[in-house]
């Protein structure tokens, strides 16, 4: 597949330790996670894989129909602020957090962070769909696009086969390095990508 000849006048991005993320939610709040994945990856591989349920703080459901997700799967499951001294070491050492549309995964975390009090990670987020235009120039760009060009396999919003889809593609770019563009911009700033939901 040819690479796009965009982003010349800055070199490449490269990177050692990354860790890929991915929320499902419950209802359009962006604190109602119900689900969460993460895949760390370090000098080329996959080293860690983790996945969770997560009761929101809300038992409407507007999403199942998605993600197969309902409040039964749930209400004994931890909530995100008994969760997270378990998820938080997987951001430790890494250069930055990966997501397939990543403005609502970082809207997720965030959301989720403050709703229990918890410090901000991280804030440097490589979009896969960023990079796989601005890389590989493919077009559309929905998950089950990218993992298509790849032959990834992929159980779409299931968090786990999207954490690690999201994972395998940026691994492809490990010998090459990453685009600038490819990242989100700090909050606050403008981004093309809006964190709309992504159905």
């Known amino acids: 597949m040819k690479k796009k000849s965009s982003d010349k006048t800055a070199p490449p991005i490269h990177f050692n330790r990354f860790v890929a993320?991915?929320?499902?939610?419950?209802?359009?709040?962006?604190?109602?996670?119900?689900?969460?994945?993460?895949?760390?990856?370090?000098?080329?591989?996959?080293?860690?894989?983790?996945y969770s349920f997560i009761r929101p703080p809300r038992n409407s459901f507007q999403f199942t129909w998605l993600h197969g997700i309902s409040w039964s799967d749930v209400a004994d499951q931890p909530d995100f602020g008994e969760l997270w001294p378990e998820i938080a070491p997987l951001f430790v050492g890494v250069d930055f957090i990966a997501a397939h549309n990543?403005?609502?995964?970082?809207?997720?975390?965030?959301?989720?962070?403050?709703r229990c009090h918890q410090s901000p990670v991280l804030d440097k987020y490589l979009c896969t769909m960023r990079l796989a235009r601005r890389l590989w120039d493919i077009r559309p760009t929905k998950l089950s696009d990218v993992c298509g060009?790849?032959?990834?396999?992929?159980?779409?919003?299931?968090?786990?086969?999207?954490?690690?889809?999201?994972?395998?593609?940026?691994?492809?770019?490990w010998h090459s390095g990453?685009?600038?563009?490819?990242?989100?911009?700090?909050?606050?700033?403008a981004n093309r990508l809006t964190g709309t939901f992504p159905f």
């Open 102 to 114: 990543a403005s609502f995964d970082r809207g997720v975390l965030a959301a989720c962070c403050e």
């Open 21 to 50: 993320i991915d929320f499902e939610t419950a209802d359009y709040g962006r604190d109602s996670a119900c689900a969460v994945a993460l895949v760390v990856a370090e000098k080329g591989n996959i080293i860690r894989e983790f």
């Open 149 to 173: 060009a790849f032959d990834i396999p992929l159980q779409h919003h299931h968090a786990g086969s999207d954490a690690l889809a999201c994972a395998k593609i940026v691994l492809r770019a």
């Open 178 to 189: 990453v685009p600038e563009s490819a990242f989100l911009k700090p909050p606050g700033t």
